[in-house]
């Protein structure tokens, strides 16, 4: 299973195929081959890749992504994330997992007062600050974090006056659209361990904390892969517009096969709507929430049809089986959407679907929506 693929912020698998001019059966390959690569490592250093599944896939219950807003004007230091990670460590869980990225808030084409807006409409101010340019300002980014994990951090760090405040993420809005294309994916943390990437050339033995964060020195162990690896593997990708190529390349990633999921005919049949809706045994309940309980099965499909256009593929996976029908050895790939749906109230609800892709009929059909 590949829990994600990111060619969005990563165009290695991009320049390979059009630089060696290589077709999909091959790509499929040369992609296996390099998980497989990255799971041999990590395993050599005391990580399972299933281990890091939370921190690589879109949040889901009671866990949100955590947005904290520095103000790098106000660090007497020129190493400012040193700074930051000194005060944000202590405050971190060891043991569960989630990736953090990061970065300064840069635009080359939004003005401003643009930036201004951007950052503070949503945000939960904990120190005044004063804008004098949005490049001032320093994001850490973590997914996968609890309520009482979120109130741990912001209660550590709000004595600090460069703390300007945090938001959180996990619903779509302008930051987080704006901070999926501006910062650079810095570790994924798991069981106390902080895995990074290093340069290609780098022997696959070392462990190098490239980032220079004081990491070992509040308990964490260090472990890092090729940049390469990591960024195709490791790599969260923060909900945003979507880029069709990526999911292009994920499927790939799972069958010999270079294709877009919108060539696919979505379908989810009168049974499994009829389950689905059904109070007492399916997600009726659910679906009452949002304002769909009575639809018929093709306009599911028409709506759900419109969210697969803007949502990354994750939990890729592909299985081989033997057909009863014909004795003939066949396959089956599935892969999970998430995505957001407003309810009756208002608010929104993040679903999760479980899509099977049927192959050699270009189908996308339905197992399970929660």
Known sequence: MIFTLDTRGN??????QSYFNLPADIMYNEINQMLDDLKIILKSKGVKYEDLKSALIPVHGDK??????????????AFYGGTIFEQLLPLLCKESSYSVLLGDLISQTLDQKTMYNILFENLTVTNNSYFQHSSQYFCVYINNISPHRIDVITNGLKNHDYFVGYTTSTYSNRLKILLAYILIHSAVISKGKVIQGHEPDRDHSENI?????????HGFGIVSVSSDLFGLFL?????????????????NGIMPIFTDVLDFQFMIGEDKWGYLSNKEKGKGEIMDM?????????????LIKNKIKNSYLYNLDYKTY???ETGKVDGVAKFDLAFEMPTKKGDLRKMCMGVKADISNKRLQLLTMY
């Not at 904390?209 to 020195?217: A, K, L, M, W």
């Not at 790599?235 to 499927?251: G, H, P, R, T, V």
């Open 322 to 324: 033997v057909s009863r």
């Open 235 to 251: 790599s969260y990708k923060i909900e945003a517009i979507l880029d069709s190529q990526d999911n292009s390349f994920a499927f």
């Open 64 to 77: 949100n992504e955590l947005v904290l807003i520095f103000d790098s004007s106000k660090i007497d230091n």
């Open 11 to 16: 165009i290695m698998l991009e320049a390979m």
């Open 290 to 302: 949002l304002g769909i309980l009575d639809y018929t099965s093709e306009q599911v499909e028409d």
């Open 209 to 217: 904390n490239v980032s220079g964060y004081p990491y070992e020195e």
